[in-house]
């Protein structure tokens, strides 16, 4: 299926649970050079008790796991569905969807995406290209991240592409290869203390930047033990789970603290993370939007230039990259990097379901 353009759209549901990013795009390829044209794009937010069942999810049974992947399907599908309606879409080559991460256990050659399951192909009517992680685990990859092939193809202007979503993950030209990893996480912790306020999120860092770093707190988040390890590396829900609350909730100190510290810890993790502080940093994803946690970054790499871009790219660039992913797979050309992922080799990764 190789040809110069490109219907999709692409769909992602990230760690942070804000809902279900929908993008439809236009590919053209010319002269082996990638470019896209966002068409629509819009952000389905999650219900309070879908909300409470992914955020809970992470504890369920197989037989539970495998009652939640059927009914997210169909509600992944319904929400596809819509999209298309509304914006009376036609003549798609596929939809290109991530699905939703529950688990995700890379040490255990293990992850697992909901909505990924077959009859969503018959759902939509549509050829559907999606679970894109699995391959890459069970060729001893982390399945993360993946969105660092597009930021070579699509964002190769900049020396550094980071996205501040549920969790923080950089991408970057090291020796002629492409280095990834995930770095922390960001709005797993950010929202979950916003929650405690009555809000969804802190807008602009509002309350955080209201707070005092509490030094002790600071230090014990700064030496866990995944920092000091290397790249390759990823992040799923359970690490903040198992890890990084139960250290926060061990301080009886206020919210606004709680926020303040990880805040500072974020942007710690952000400098160490970067082997040259120097150069152009294209920032996106929701935490993007949080004006004290740029500060802060700001302030560890005053010599980086950090570049926030046009909203449709900020908020919707992941779904951008995994429709992209999805059309590599439809032409069997390389969609995962082992240089990121450790995988044993560069592949074509994800599943074509035809309806």
């Not at 550094?160 to 993950?169: A, K, Q, R």
């Not at 929202?191 to 955080?208: M, P, R, S, V």
Request: glycine share 6%; aromatic share 8%.
């Amino acid at each position: 299926m190789n040809k110069q353009k490109y219907h999709v759209i692409g769909v992602m549901s990230g760690t942070s649970l804000d809902g279900v990013d929908l993008a439809q795009i236009q590919f053209t390829i010319q002269n082996n050079q990638w470019s896209f044209k966002i068409i629509k794009s819009e952000t389905i937010p999650y219900n309070g008790s879908w909300v409470s069942i992914l955020k809970n999810a992470v504890t369920f049974s197989h037989d539970q796991l495998q009652e939640l992947n059927r009914d997210y399907t169909l509600l992944l599908s319904t929400i596809i569905n819509e999209f298309v309606q509304k914006h009376q879409i036609k003549d798609l080559d596929a939809i290109c969807s991530h699905g939703h991460t529950i688990l995700h256990q890379p040490q255990d050659a293990f992850t697992l995406q909901i909505g990924n399951l077959p009859e969503i192909a018959t759902l939509l009517q549509q050829t559907v290209v999606c679970d894109f992680r699995v391959q890459d685990v069970q060729l001893g990859g982390q399945g993360a991240p993946l969105v660092p092939i597009g930021d070579q193809i699509l964002f190769s202007n900049y020396d550094y592409c980071m996205n501040l979503g549920g969790f923080s993950n950089v991408s970057f030209e090291e020796n002629g290869s492409r280095i990834a990893f995930d770095i922390s996480p960001v709005n797993t912790i950010l929202n979950y203390y916003a929650n405690q306020h009555g809000l969804a999120y802190d807008n602009k860092g509002t309350i955080a930047s209201s707070g005092t770093i509490h030094p002790d707190l600071l230090n014990q988040l700064n030496t866990l033990a995944f920092y000091q390890q290397k790249q390759p590396k990823s992040l799923g829900f359970e690490f903040v789970k198992e890890e990084v609350l139960p250290i926060i909730e061990s301080y009886n100190i206020p919210v606004k603290d709680k926020l303040a510290t990880f805040v500072e810890h974020i942007a710690i993790q952000t400098a160490l993370a970067l082997p040259t502080q120097k150069g152009s940093l294209l920032a996106t994803g929701g935490g993007a939007y949080n004006e004290f946690l740029i500060k802060r970054i700001q302030s560890h790499i005053p010599e980086m230039q950090i570049i926030i871009p046009e909203s449709q790219i900020l908020e919707y660039k992941e779904a951008l990259i995994f429709a992209l992913l999805g059309v590599l797979k439809l032409r069997n050309e390389i969609n995962v990097l082992s240089s990121v992922t450790g995988a044993t080799k560069d592949h074509s990764s994800g599943i074509v379901y035809v309806m």
